[in-house]
């Protein structure tokens, strides 16, 4: 229930008691509401088990919000059915699959690229990645995949930003990543991502200044 809540704190749907959660250096639930997603928390946006991949599908365009500005009809036609855009993404040979059954990296591929489907989502807050047997090494791999320095291509410049934030049961030990990574903030190559769970195995709540059960964030 805490980690729904941070996502759920991360991503607009619900106020801080204190302090306050920035979106491009300005507290403005509204706007942070509209740019960011809360992706898979369990009762709330997670897809039903019984639910097959092009219903997710469907289910998920519907609820895309409107621009600004853009008349309803607009809108709608420019939103893409759910065949086309199961098609255009590569899911063609699972949409008749349950989403229960699916390889836990690839349900995550497929949720990510929902979110990131609406074109006013910039963040995309993931509840819980980990409770779906997924490994640290491939649960990174996805997300890195979905954020601005994963997606570098010669338009991207043009194109949105993306950012990725997982909010995980626990900090990965340095064993449980790739080479290059360690536990909190990753830096590399202009990526910037981090952690969001409890205190890492490695310390020690005298060090940490957390106790067991409590959930920090690294920025």
């Known amino acids: 229930m805490g980690r729904t809540a941070c996502t759920l704190i991360a991503s607009g749907r619900l106020a801080p008691h204190t302090g306050e959660v920035l979106l491009d250096g300005e507290a403005n639930l509204k706007r942070l509401r509209s740019a960011a997603a809360p992706v898979d928390s369990p009762t709330i946006t997670e897809p ?3 639910m097959k991949v092009k219903h997710v599908v469907a289910e998920a365009l519907a609820l895309h919000s409107r621009p600004p ?8 036609t420019r939103t893409a059915s759910p065949a086309t855009w199961i098609r255009d993404n590569g899911f063609t040979d699972i949409a008749e699959e349950h989403v229960a059954a699916l390889d836990p990296a690839l349900r995550l591929h497929l949720l990510l690229s929902l979110a990131f489907a609406d074109p006013q989502v910039r963040v995309a807050a993931v509840d819980s990645p980990d409770r779906h047997d997924i490994s640290y090494q491939d649960m990174l791999r996805v997300l890195t995949r979905h954020t601005s320095a ?7 410049s ?12 626990q900090l990965p030990a340095a064993e449980d990543l ?3 990574t360690h536990p909190g903030d990753l830096h590399t190559g202009g990526l910037h991502t981090g952690w969001a769970g409890a205190a890492p195995r490695t310390t020690t ?3 940490t200044g957390v106790h ?8």
């Not at 853009?70 to 809108?75: D, G, K, N, Q, Y």
């Not at 994963?150 to 991207?156: A, E, H, I, L, V």
């Not at 194109?159 to 995980?168: F, H, K, T």
């Not at 067991?212 to 920025?219: R, Y």
């Open 48 to 50: 039903e088990h019984h």
């Open 69 to 76: 500005g853009t008349s309803f009809i607009r809108h709608m």
């Open 150 to 156: 994963g997606r570098k291509t010669s338009n991207q």
């Open 158 to 169: 043009r194109r949105r930003s993306r950012s990725v934030l997982a909010v995980v049961a």
């Open 178 to 180: 790739p080479p290059y």
């Open 205 to 207: 709540e005298a060090e």
């Open 212 to 219: 067991p059960g409590e959930q920090q964030v690294q920025q």
